[in-house]
């Protein structure tokens, strides 16, 4: 049975490693087919496919596009795009434009809250300002000392509620769904045990997003429980989605779970893979 990863992130947005080592640890970690799916962010495919290549690791170049529905981020997990598609570049650039400005109010609250100084604490963590995110001001809190690592700053700052949280808006679900299968891509709902909507809205959600093109759900994610797999397993059998399988791997120590690391699909689910001749 193959060893399938298909989301995870490089330094090019919000993941601590370059693509390359990125590349090197999941094949080290027994992984036989993977993508890199960096945040609105297409930079790191060109280094990450010649790195899968050298490696005898199969690739799949994708993205993960930030997307606001009802009054949330869900994120839209492109699989098999063509980075080079000019109306997703031109997207993907759109859609983090506003990064800068919301990284500065974010610094703002963390200033008020004693944190001093975050807006550059947390460049230093990326490098352009254009792809800032929360995960970078974490980083720069824990170098502080006053959390002990990520998880922590996330129970107390950066989320809705807590100091530093922002609300940014992103693309809707049909621009990221339209990118993607412009781009010749298969356009898949990242873990969607994370969003909080009410079992109507789950419909409309995955109704909408069907109805724009969309054909694939992460059933089994680092950020899913044993009981969530069995959840999105009946999401996918009952909405007729493809199911994929990802990490969401960031970094060591700041991941639920390590690339490959993940257990395969459940029976009677038709992976999103399943025509890509693997």
Not at 66 to 75: C, D, E, F, K, Y
Not at 91 to 101: F, H, P, Q, S, V
Not at 113 to 142: C, E, M, Q, W
Not at 225 to 247: C, H, K, M, N
Request: proline share 5%; aromatic share 8%.
């Amino acid at each position: 049975m193959l060893n399938v990863d298909m989301h995870c992130h490089s330094n090019f947005s919000d993941g601590l490693l370059p693509p390359e080592e990125v590349a090197a640890r999941a094949k080290a970690n027994g992984v036989d087919v993977w993508a890199l799916t960096d945040h609105d962010e297409v930079g790191g495919i060109a280094i990450a496919r010649k790195a899968a290549q050298d490696l005898g690791l199969r690739y799949i170049p994708g993205v993960e596009i930030s997307v606001t529905w009802a009054g949330q981020t869900v994120h839209i997990v492109g699989l098999r795009i063509d980075e080079t598609n000019a109306a997703l570049v031109q997207g993907l650039a759109a859609t983090r434009n506003g990064r800068e400005r919301r990284a500065r109010e974010i610094a703002a609250q963390l200033a008020v809250a004693g944190i001093p100084d975050a807006f550059d604490g947390a460049l230093k963590h990326v490098g352009n300002p254009d792809l800032i995110s929360r995960t970078h001001f974490a980083r720069y809190i824990v170098e502080t000392g006053r959390c002990a690592d990520t998880k922590e700053v996330f129970r107390n700052y950066l989320c809705e509620g807590k100091p530093g949280y922002v609300p940014h808006r992103w693309a809707t679900l049909r621009e990221s769904v339209e990118w993607i299968c412009g781009a010749g891509g298969v356009a898949v709902i990242a873990h969607p045990g994370r969003y909080s909507y009410s079992e109507l809205e789950f419909g409309a959600l995955f109704d909408e997003f069907k109805q724009y093109g969309g054909t694939g759900i992460e059933v089994i994610t680092g950020s899913h429980t044993p009981d969530q797999y069995e959840e999105y397993a009946r999401v996918a059998r009952r909405f007729g989605f493809l199911a994929s399988i990802g990490s969401d791997f960031h970094g060591p120590g700041e991941s639920h779970v390590d690339l490959g690391a993940l257990p395969p699909l459940p029976s009677g689910l038709t992976p999103v893979w399943h025509d890509w001749g693997l």
